[in-house]
């Protein structure tokens, strides 16, 4: 009864003070919103989104690694090593086709290597689904991985037309899928699956070179043991894609996939939870600034209360429910709407994934978001409020202590210059220090996810070299595959003197074998003529001793620069030492660099057959490779537009970053805002006295005003400033460690000073006119009624 | 041979809503200020005194009626410009003082001052005349309103009333909150510049202190109900007191 009537007692205390101060309470509650939104968004993505993918991987029973080749390669001798291999749990092998076919996509072409699958085989392992409904099949319907009907935009019973070689087939879509390798662009490889009568009907057409084998399987380790071994048998060069199927063994595992599906969104949802910290500190500040001034302002009323009997702990918990209640309703319907925004998280992931991620409410994860922020909400009001047990009923009934500081008179008018209005802001600044100590934190924390959100949108908007250099990979503009039984000099030669283009040069990939793990190795006669530097510390290689090696791959061997590595093909090995350290998502950052000489020193046989191409500026990439198609000479296997395929590979990330980094910038400038409201609405309900003297004595409206918002401008220029600088200096750092598991160590972001110039005055005069705006209401109070109050 | 109107009212009224009810403070009121006078207005409590004050100085609009102060109609004005107005015209004396508690003593003038003139130097050299003139020491410009006595913070509210040379100096019960002693300090002070041309109007119930003024207006129900004419403020002067003493029985006080 008697607990009961104290709850009573403390929840009316609380809900009238909730009531006294309406505005103050609902911009707290939009504050927590946001947080509670962003937080739990995060937090969904971040844990729901990865296990998402983990389900889905469990439920098709995807296998660990991929092997897809030429059936005309394939025989029984890979297929009992595989088998019989120590290290296979489980196999499963399908004959599929393959074929590079373009397709019209979003209003643009698209080239593809598509796996044309048999939709009546069944499987065991890595299964497929269909996503939403499906359509019976009749003559020549496909299913199409469900990122067309997300992503690119077609509905079911649309025409799909692909164009396999000079062949065009024209196809009904019945179903959209999903898979977990070969359902997004990502690797390359598009899985396509075709009823039986249709799927012969294409196998006919297509030919026998066109043939697949592939082979799923499940292994106790993911090495490439394996791999190396079917190309030792066959003699297939390994790549994870390639335009060339003919002589291509294409190698996937589970760690590669997981990296390129997921890896974004978690990049994306580290930096919403991020941004949310940043939102609940602002939220608590604001709580400790709200609890301090209430106390001050209700000083007698607390003295009543002490004086009518009520305990410092009824007045306390009253004070800490009043901020769990405004904390809880803002968190639960910032909770509630995070769920609305992931539909819309879930289609930008869809674009990199090729996964509908469908989220259902998820009571542990609002859970954990909902208990945290009334965590330290409970904390910091407990921590604020507890000055009230010192509060004699007496002290509080006079209105508490009042202290006056007398130790300096700053910027005295005798002798200060300068404008009067501009003088007393300052004084009220010195006389308020701890109040633009808070506001000077709090615009730090908001710049810096600002100056962030502008870095990642200039890199992802208007400048993405960056984003573009994050495999590793060199950025030509086009680049040719040789064959390696012809003579291409002539080529060579030939397309050296063509109008347009500005140099060429070999750049090579090949697999060699460094402390047992199979790595990915550049190879290259002169490294001074790359032009995309992946170096971040050390030298490339200039000798046939030397190498760079990933960074990555540096912190998996134990390995330094200075030190030295024995690298092994077959059975030809040598020492190398390393030189430098290199980043780049390419092979997960598994991936090295040596020079052509060092490659002879263990293959005396390689051949160079990757031809880069540069362009002159303005030269258009797409007519040149039509023109290189044209030549039609015997020394090409085939033609890549280097252009388009980083525009389309990095359309996915650019798309996703671009978006995050709006959504925060238009974040930061509401809290700005949110918070402003609350510190000069509160001063000027603590100054109406001292602002209706002045406005007795002659002061204008508009003066005051000025006064008022100007005082607030040093901490906002002071925090703007410290806020971008973190952010100038800071953001590549934490990209940095953000992005090592992708393989990218030392992450090179470019950042526009201007911009964040801009991005700083853009906070100060919002800050500015929303201080102006606020301080408006002085209008209309009367000098008479300032004073009066 | 009667002096110069410097302020005059027509009907006017000034009417609050207080939950409803609507409270008729001013009543058509027709009053005229004269140049050179130290007005008193009197009355009871509630009669009005403060609110024809704040009316009759731009502080406060009327619901109804116009002011003419010098040669314009106040009520017309906007917020603003009746504070421009204010500036130039006319200097404040409350009950309360009304520092600014977080300014020394000399930047509470200055502040005021500061908005009429730019002339740091000049403005300097007046605030310390003043202060010498109303008894202050160079010790308190330094210090804090909280710092000083009632006494002596109603008379660094004199000088910043009249930093600016103000046509009137409007004085709110400038001796209420004060003891005996630093009232009559005040009062001095008062009297010493209007004997010098400062025009003051200056509401008060306490008798001593409308002894100094040289017209009496007295209110009730927000109607000035007799007006009394004295001379010029001597002290002694039992003729004169007791001129007032019968018009205030008169008016009931």
């Known amino acids: ?789 | 041979m009667m002096s110069n109107v410097i302020i005059s009212t027509n009907k006017l009224c000034k009417t609050f809503s207080n939950g409803g009810l609507q409270q008729h403070v001013l009543k058509n009121l027709d009053i005229e200020i004269y140049e050179g006078d130290f007005t008193v207005i009197m009355g009871s409590s509630g009669a009005g005194k403060s609110t024809l004050l704040y009316a009759l100085s731009g502080m406060d609009k009327p619901t109804l009626g116009s002011i003419q102060f010098l040669d314009k109609n106040i009520e017309l004005l906007s917020n603003d410009k009746l504070a421009v107005f204010r500036r130039l015209n006319c200097g404040f004396i409350f009950q309360q003082m009304f520092l600014l508690d977080n300014m020394s003593i000399l930047d509470n003038i200055l502040a005021s001052g500061l908005l009429m003139s730019k002339n740091r130097k000049i403005l300097t050299e007046r605030a310390k005349e003043l202060f010498i003139q109303v008894g202050l020491d160079e010790n308190m410009w330094r210090k804090f309103p909280a710092q000083l006595s009632g006494g002596e913070a109603q008379r660094a509210a004199i000088v910043r009333a009249l930093i600016n040379q103000p046509k009137v100096v409007f004085a709110d019960e400038p001796t209420g909150a004060l003891n005996s002693a630093a009232g009559k300090a005040a009062l001095d002070v008062l009297t010493g510049i209007n004997n010098k041309g400062q025009n003051i109007i200056m509401v008060t119930h306490d008798l001593k202190s409308a002894r100094r003024g040289n017209r009496i207006l007295y209110m009730r129900d927000g109607v000035i109900q007799g007006i009394c004419s004295l001379g010029k403020y001597v002290s002694g002067d039992r003729e004169r007191h007791d001129k007032l003493q019968a018009f205030l029985s008169e008016m009931g006080w």
């Open chain 1, 1 to 789: 009864m008697k607990w009961g009537g104290n709850v009573n007692k403390i929840s009316m205390l609380a809900f009238a003070n909730i009531r006294k101060s309406k505005g103050h309470s609902v911009s707290l509650l939009i504050m927590f919103f946001i947080a509670g939104l962003l937080f739990n968004a995060g937090l969904l993505v971040l844990i729901s989104f990865g296990g998402f993918f983990e389900k889905t991987i469990e439920e098709l029973n995807t296998s660990s690694i991929y092997y897809v080749m030429p059936s005309n390669y394939y025989n029984m001798e890979i297929e009992e090593f595989i088998a019989n291999n120590s290290n296979t749990l489980e196999m499963q092998k399908e004959e599929s086709l393959w074929a590079q076919g373009i397709i019209e996509y979003r209003d643009d072409t698209r080239k593809s290597v598509f796996l044309i699958n048999d939709a009546d085989k069944t499987r065991e392992m890595s299964k497929w689904k269909y996503i939403g409904e499906h359509l019976a099949p009749d003559d020549m319907s496909i299913y199409l991985p469900s990122i067309f009907h997300e992503d690119g935009g077609y509905q079911l019973n649309d025409k799909f037309e692909v164009l396999f070689g000079d062949e065009r087939f024209s196809f009904t879509i019945k179903g959209f899928i999903e898979d977990i390798y070969f359902c997004s662009f990502e690797l390359g490889l598009m899985g396509v699956y075709l009823p039986h009568d249709t799927y012969e009907n294409i196998s006919g057409k297509l030919g026998d070179t066109n043939k697949a084998t592939v082979i799923f399987a499940n292994l106790k380790e993911i090495n490439k043991d394996i791999e190396s071994h079917i190309k030792e048998l066959t003699n297939l060069e390994t790549l994870s894609s390639s335009s060339d199927i003919v002589n291509t063994l294409l190698s996937f595992d589970l760690s590669i996939v997981r990296l390129s599906r997921v890896m974004m969104a978690s990049m994306v949802a580290m930096m919403i939870v991020a941004f949310a910290a940043i939102i609940v500190l602002v939220c608590l500040i604001v709580v400790r600034f709200r609890i301090g001034n209430s106390i001050e302002d209700d000083m007698t009323k607390i003295g009543s209360l002490k004086a009518m009997g009520y305990t410092s702990r009824q007045i306390i918990l009253s004070i800490v429910l009043q901020f769990v209640l405004i904390a809880f309703a803002g968190s639960i319907i910032g909770i509630s709407i995070s769920y609305l925004a992931t539909p819309m998280l879930s289609d930008v992931f869809a674009q990199q994934s090729g996964l509908k991620w469908e989220q259902g409410f998820d009571g542990r994860i609002s859970s954990i978001t909902l208990i945290t922020i009334l965590i330290f909400v409970i904390l910091t009001a407990f921590i604020t409020a507890r000055r009230i047990n010192k509060l004699h009923p007496i002290v509080a009934l006079r209105g508490g202590i009042i202290t006056h500081s007398f130790r300096k008179n700053h910027m005295p008018l005798n002798t200060s210059k300068g404008s009067l209005i501009i003088i007393l802001a300052f004084k009220s600044l010195f006389q308020n220090m701890k109040q633009s100590v808070m506001i000077m934190v709090i615009i730090i924390g908001v710049t810096f996810a600002g100056t962030f959100a502008v870095i990642m949108f200039y890199n992802t908007t208007i400048d993405i070299k960056a984003f573009a250099e994050t495999p590793g990979i060199e950025l030509s503009n086009a680049s040719i595959i040789l064959r390696t039984d012809t003579d291409n000099s002539k080529l060579i030669h030939d397309i050296k003197n063509m109008n347009h283009v500005n140099k060429v040069q070999f750049i090579d990939e090949t697999m060699v074998k460094m402390n047992n793990i199979e790595v990915r190795f550049f190879i290259m006669e002169d490294y001074s003529e790359k032009i995309t530097n992946t170096i971040y510390e050390g030298r490339y290689p200039h000798h046939s001793n030397e190498i760079a090696i990933a960074g990555y791959l540096a912190d998996v061997i134990n390995k330094g620069i200075g030190e030295s590595v024995t690298l092994k093909i077959g059975h030809s090995s040598g020492e190398f030492i390393i030189t430098g350290l290199t980043q780049g998502a390419y092979m997960g950052g598994v991936n090295a660099s040596m020079t052509y000489t060092g490659i002879l020193r263990l293959n005396p046989d390689f051949k160079q057959i990757s031809l880069q191409i540069y362009l002159n500026d303005k030269t258009n990439t797409t007519q040149f490779v039509a023109e290189i198609e044209n030549l039609s000479s015997d020394s090409i296997l085939s033609v890549v537009n280097i252009d388009k395929t980083m525009e389309l590979g990095t359309g996915a990330y650019t798309s996703i970053v671009s978006k995050v980094g709006i959504g925060i910038l238009i974040v930061t400038i509401s809290i700005v805002m949110l918070v402003l409201y609350f510190v000069i609405n509160s001063s000027v309900t603590r100054r109406k006295r001292e602002l209706g003297i002045q406005k007795a004595i002659g002061f204008t409206t508009f003066q005051l005003m000025n006064q008022l918002s100007i005082g607030f401008l040093p901490p906002i220029i002071a925090g703007v400033g410290i806020g971008g600088i973190a952010g100038i200096t800071q953001t590549n750092k934490i990209m940095s460690v953000v992005q090592r598991a992708m393989g990218i160590m030392k992450a090179n972001y470019i950042i526009k000073p201007l911009w964040i110039v801009l991005l700083g005055i853009t906070i100060i005069i919002i800050s500015y006119i929303t201080s102006m705006i606020i301080t408006y209401r002085i209008r209309k109070i009367s000098a008479y009624e300032l004073i009066s109050e």
